[in-house]
């Protein structure tokens, strides 16, 4: 496969494989890294990754985009005040050519969240590169 073809089957396979570690980049400019999906949802709301205050990465620093299972809510009340509700999302494979990958603008991040696998941006960039290389033979 090849072209658009190759890059939509690639993109369904990555959509469909269960997400390991989760870089996070915040509005903040703050990178946080994340054991898991599930952690991601637990820790950013539905709204806040509607609105495109985060940007996610999975494991390789390819871009990820939240996918709604169960949609934000806005209701008014009283014709005044809107009461929003965050809605379920899950990660999934972004297009890769509108969306950076994490090692494209990891030279804009100055600083990396407390975190139990990284303690510099610079661990990361080494970890992201050994990613690209794929596994190592002995």
């Not at 903040?28 to 609105?51: K, M, P, W, Y």
């Not at 139990?116 to 990613?131: A, D, G």
């Amino acid at each position: 496969m090849n072209g658009l073809l190759g890059r939509q089957h690639i993109a369904s396979m990555r959509s469909t494989l269960q997400i390991k570690m989760i870089f996070v980049l915040a509005e903040d400019n703050v990178l946080h890294v994340l054991d898991s999906e599930s952690e991601s949802q637990g820790a950013f709301e539905g709204v806040d990754v509607e609105e495109g205050i985060f940007k996610f990465f999975d494991e390789t620093g390819a871009p990820l985009k939240g996918e709604f299972v169960k949609p934000n809510t806005r209701r008014q009340i009283f014709g005044v005040l809107t009461r929003v509700a965050s809605g379920n999302y899950r990660l999934v494979a972004a297009e890769s050519d509108t969306l950076p990958c994490l090692s494209n603008v990891l030279e804009s991040i100055p600083a990396v969240g407390k975190n139990s696998h990284f303690s510099s941006i610079e661990e990361i960039r080494m970890f992201l590169t050994s990613r690209s290389k794929g596994p190592r033979s002995n």
